[in-house]
């Protein structure tokens, strides 16, 4: 199985300011990768596929980046409502697997 | 709009089987080339993805699960079924139903709200 190394754990950040959440695949994965928020309660939403396509509906703070085996999803201007869990999945392998997630809450 | 909504046990006994609904409305199960996935989330936030079911009746197992797991469906109720044999206390986890296109990846962009199961004696 594809092992996804997400970082950092937890994370705590400003109103405003930029945060980054890494994911680092155990092999190439050619950018099948998707990112999700989940807030407490809830499912998790789709925010970001093939790496760096934004979702319909996401606001357009998001984004996605990255290559090969190292990714990353970006949030511009934090916002309250974006107090959540954030995970990357990669989909390139069956069977399609998950980074551990992502805390993220305001400082 | 799709939505999908689990159904479920709340909590099973070890070594008993373990069933969970997904009831699809708003979308056909049978609608060419949508995949319906069983997904479960673990106490500490672990995502572990489980099997599918096709719009075809074809499944797909995550090879981990493949001796206990089970995907059936009803297609004249839009519904597919997840069933778990001999379970553990391993195995208490939110079970989630989610939506893929063939064409597009394997990502979900449609998920049940979720359902927990406790094994617990």
């Known amino acids: 199985d594809i092992r996804m190394t997400q970082s950092p754990a937890s994370l705590s950040a400003s109103l405003g300011e930029t945060v980054n959440i890494e994911c680092l695949a155990s092999?190439?994965?050619?950018?099948?990768l998707a990112w999700y928020q989940q807030k407490p309660g809830k499912s998790p939403q789709l925010l970001i596929y093939n790496a760096n396509s934004l979702q319909n509906g996401v606001p357009s703070r998001f984004s996605g980046s990255g290559s090969g085996t190292q990714y990353s999803l970006k949030i511009n201007s934090l916002q309250s409502e974006d107090v959540a869990t954030y995970f990357c999945q990669q989909y390139n392998n069956y069977p399609n697997t998950f980074g551990a997630g992502t805390k993220l809450e305001l400082k | 709009q799709v939505n999908l909504q689990e159904s479920g046990p709340g909590i099973v006994k070890p070594s008993q089987p373990l069933s969970v609904t997904c009831s699809v409305t708003g979308y056909s199960i049978t609608t060419s080339y949508y995949y319906w996935n069983w997904i479960r989330k673990f106490p500490g936030n672990k995502l572990e993805w489980m099997g599918y079911i096709s719009y075809d009746g074809s499944i797909y197992y995550n090879p981990s699960l493949k001796s206990r797991i089970s995907i059936t469906r009803d297609t004249s109720k839009n519904q597919f079924f997840l069933q778990l044999n001999t379970v553990t206390t391993e195995d208490t986890a939110v079970y989630y139903c989610?939506?893929?296109?063939?064409?597009?990846?394997?990502?979900?962009?449609?998920w049940g709200q979720g359902v927990m199961v406790t094994v617990s004696s």
């Open positions: 989610a939506r893929h296109y063939y064409y597009d990846g394997t990502y979900y962009d449609y």
């Open positions: 092999e190439d994965i050619y950018s099948d």
